[in-house]
């Protein structure tokens, strides 16, 4: 897999289950539920590990939004890097 | 001889048994072809998540294995062994072999097993070995839930899982691994940064996000040896067919061949009668 080249304004985004890649790229923001509710994910968020609740999670990429629906997940934020573990 | 009639009867049950080991060798190919890309994912996705979860400063071993509170307690049983079988036959002498090689290291006073698979638990009865739990192998053309086995085996200290390893296409082996050191095995321990709550947001805690990461991996790993005998399941069913195949298509060159010599004898036969009949048939006009 290769190492994502950051960007300034944008994240990059693995959101992935175990069989299947919903999402890889980079996009303008994240958003998903947590226990304390709904969450937005920016450029330049904190570093961040969150056990997701079952939702829809909208990624807004650059070209077209992506979304889907999970029944569980963790959500790690680490210098921009989105990593998404969906449905497992 | 047998007659010519019967031959061809015989002839047309081992040309429907030739299409029906076609159809299955098809089916296992294209069943090769999907496990092996699922498989794919599912190990690109377990490197990912164990990137992250040893980034956060946690003994995989310790946790989980400290998980059941079982250790030391010598009168209850901590070790378990889990087999994963076919849910059907028509796969060759794969999952006796499973049974064969799992026997060498079982001891009943010490060991439970766990089997998933029915072709499996059948051949244990036959055997008189006794299992505690039986599951059928999960669906593995979609998502593999595993959440009722890694239920099962929480409770014990030493989770051993006996499976079918494909190599190749030709070539599957029994293997046997430790759930808990394969996690660690599977893992590519990359150049991480170590993250903490000082400079981490954990929601809800870090300890809840950890248990989940673990669940996860043995939930992924049990999964990968879930895939794998099913990968192998699929070769060695195509390879039985591919034999059976071949077996019937010789069977029918036989068969042709035995066809057309009766065929050509019951024509002489009946040459022989009709002569034998014109010569009686003359002998008697000639007495007249």
Not at chain 1, 13 to 38: C, D, H, M, Q, S
Not at chain 1, 55 to 65: K, Q, S, T
Request: charged fraction near 25%; hydrophobic fraction near 40%; aromatic fraction near 8%.
């Amino acid at each position: 897999m290769a190492t994502p080249i950051k960007s300034i304004d944008q994240l990059y985004v693995i959101a992935r289950g175990p069989f299947k890649i919903y999402y890889e790229g980079y996009a303008v923001a994240v958003t998903a539920l947590n226990r304390v509710g709904p969450f937005d994910i920016l450029p330049g968020h904190a570093d961040f590990f969150s056990i997701l609740s079952p939702c829809e999670v909208f990624i807004e990429a650059r070209d077209e939004p992506v979304s889907f629906v999970i029944s569980n997940g963790i959500a790690t934020v680490r210098d921009d890097v989105v990593m998404l573990f969906v449905n497992m | 001889m047998r007659r010519a009639s019967l031959i061809e009867k015989d002839s047309q049950e081992i040309t429907t048994v030739q299409d029906l080991t076609g159809v299955f060798e098809s089916l296992a190919s294209i069943q090769v072809a999907k496990v092996k890309n699922k498989a794919t994912l599912s190990q690109e996705f377990f490197q990912l998540l164990w990137q992250r979860y040893s980034s956060i400063r946690i003994d995989p071993r310790t946790r989980i294995t400290n998980r059941s509170g079982l250790a030391g307690d010598k009168d209850k049983i901590t070790r378990v062994f889990v087999l994963i079988s076919g849910e059907a036959g028509l796969s060759g002498d794969i999952d006796q072999r499973l049974i064969e090689i799992m026997q060498k290291d079982y001891d009943r006073a010490t060991t439970d097993i766990i089997v998933l698979g029915t072709h499996g638990a059948n051949q244990l009865k036959e055997r008189g070995i006794p299992f505690i739990r039986f599951f059928q192998v999960p669906e593995s053309d979609r998502y593999i839930d595993v959440t009722p086995v890694i239920e099962a085996v929480l409770p014990y200290d030493k989770i051993v899982v006996y499976y079918e390893e494909y190599v190749s296409l030709g070539v599957q082996v029994i293997k046997s691994i430790d759930l808990i050191s394969s996690i660690q095995n599977m893992s590519q321990d990359a150049n991480v940064d170590i993250i903490t709550d000082t400079n981490t947001i954990f929601e809800p805690s870090l300890d809840d996000i950890a248990d989940q990461m673990e669940i996860t991996m043995m939930t992924l790993a049990l999964s990968q040896a879930i895939l794998e005998s099913s990968l192998a399941q699929a070769a060695s069913r195509f390879n039985a067919m591919a034999v059976a195949k071949k077996r019937a298509i010789l069977l029918l060159g036989g068969f042709f061949l035995e066809f057309h010599r009766s065929k050509r004898s019951e024509s002489d036969r009946r040459l022989r009668e009709v002569m034998i009949s014109l010569k009686k048939k003359r002998r008697s006009g000639g007495n007249r």
